[in-house]
């Protein structure tokens, strides 16, 4: 039988007491007898007079409490109008999106304001594990190799110098659905490589005229001053009409392209084609020309802002190997405006004007904005097909 609840108030104070007087031989007889008696488990009986008594069935288990579920909601409010990044890119966005989520959606007490502030990147992953969204499966690859300039533009082989901005990488997206057949929209990015700041804009049939265009409607919205220029090998980018926009003007900007075939030389540009394109417009068709001013409105007015001013990204600091293990280490997540106002070689101008705008955005309204404007995206898709 069991010990009861009246024997172990009055005996198991006692118990413990002489348990705790004797030898190694005498506890063990101790607990002999007690296993006897009780039909105890040892281990059972030796936390029962050790002292360590285990809480009832249905108990709460043991440890700190749940703290940190008191700040979930508002982290999952973030997360999800923050389009769902990682806890390490989370954790320094929150101090950029907390003074506008109490604008939006009310008031953060002090306990939880404090809480927001000390939260780890783990403990933010663990918090939004339940939430988390499955990815689809990827899309065409639609470069295709342009022949005509492969000997006038020479691949990169040195390295740029990536402590000041204005070295841009290139790339382009096809939306053709299932098909590369007929005429459809492309997206064609461009990511700076020492501070990530992208921007995107969309192109019929990525012809020579319409990258050109899309080269200088980016250009003459860039906060800094381009000095180099490296794209993939793809016709789009290897023309005549490219070539002479970078070389024609009065200091000339290097222009470069990758090796065929190694896609980690645009890595840069490479990893922004989910965010931007791919996450934003999907794998769908998109084959209506009347489409062009939407998604680049899109692009430049929402979209790019919310990037690059409010949603933090992790760049490598270190890369080595150990036999065939490869370590990374990554900077502190930043936002791409955070990097460059505190990049010292941008003009102090710039660096204001760059303040001036970060102070005049809401995230909030950003998202709502991109998502009003990808609905008239996506409702006038079946118009166009």
Same mark, same amino acid.
């Given at each position: 039988m069991n010990m009861s609840r009246e024997i172990k108030t009055d005996l198991l104070p006692r118990l413990q007491a002489r348990y705790a007087q004797r030898g190694r031989e005498g506890r063990s007889r101790m607990l002999d007898e007690l296993c006897q008696d009780y039909h105890y488990e040892r281990?059972?009986?030796?936390?029962?007079?050790?002292?360590?008594?285990?809480p009832p069935r249905g108990c709460k288990k043991p440890g700190p409490d749940p703290q940190y579920? /008191?700040?979930?909601?508002?982290?999952?409010?973030?997360?999800?109008?923050?389009?769902?990044?990682?806890?390490?890119? =989370?954790?320094?966005?929150?101090? @950029?999106w907390l003074p506008h989520y109490e604008r939006h959606h009310g008031r953060v007490s002090s306990r939880q304001r404090q809480l927001l502030q000390h939260v780890s990147s783990a403990t933010l992953d663990r918090l939004l594990a339940p939430a988390r969204a499955a990815h689809p499966l990827h899309g065409l690859s639609g470069t295709k190799p342009g022949s005509l300039l492969r000997t006038e533009i020479p691949v990169r082989t040195d390295n740029w110098d990536i402590t000041r901005p204005g070295f841009l990488e290139a790339d382009t997206v096809a939306h053709c659905g299932s098909s590369l057949a007929g005429d459809f929209i492309w997206s064609t990015t461009f990511t700076d490589i020492f501070s990530a700041w992208t921007e995107g804009r969309a192109v019929w049939n990525k012809g020579a005229a319409g990258v050109v265009a899309a080269v200088q409607s980016v250009e003459a919205e860039l906060p800094f001053e381009l000095l180099g220029f490296d794209s993939d090998n793809g016709s789009e980018f290897l023309n005549h009409h490219l070539r002479d926009h970078f070389a024609l003007r009065p200091k000339p900007v290097g222009f470069t392209r990758s090796r065929p075939y190694h896609k980690d030389d645009n890595a840069h540009v490479e990893q922004k084609n989910w965010m931007w394109p791919r996450q934003l417009l999907g794998y769908?068709? /998109?084959?209506? #020309?009347? /489409? @062009?001013? #939407?998604?680049?409105?899109?692009?430049? =007015?929402?979209?790019? #802002?919310?990037?690059?001013?409010?949603?933090?990204? =992790?760049?490598?600091?270190?890369?080595?190997?150990?036999?065939?293990?490869?370590h990374k280490r990554y900077e502190p997540a930043q936002t791409a405006y955070q990097r460059l106002v505190g990049c010292r070689q941008l003009?102090?101008?710039?660096?204001?004007? =760059?303040? *001036?705008?970060?102070?005049? /955005? *809401? #995230?909030?309204r950003l998202k709502e904005d991109v998502e009003h404007r990808l609905k008239t995206i996506l409702a006038a898709r079946p118009a166009c097909e």
């Open positions: 281990k059972y009986a030796i936390k029962l007079l050790g002292g360590k008594r285990p579920a /008191l700040i979930e909601p508002i982290v999952r409010t973030i997360w999800l109008a923050a389009e769902q990044p990682c806890g390490k890119r =989370l954790a320094p966005a929150l101090p @950029l769908g068709r /998109l084959e209506c #020309p009347t /489409l @062009l001013e #939407p998604i680049n409105e899109l692009y430049r =007015l929402a979209w790019g #802002p919310l990037m690059n001013f409010f949603l933090p990204g =992790l760049k490598l600091a270190q890369k080595w190997r150990e036999r065939s293990h490869w003009p102090g101008p710039a660096r204001q004007a =760059l303040r *001036d705008r970060f102070e005049s /955005l *809401d #995230p909030f």
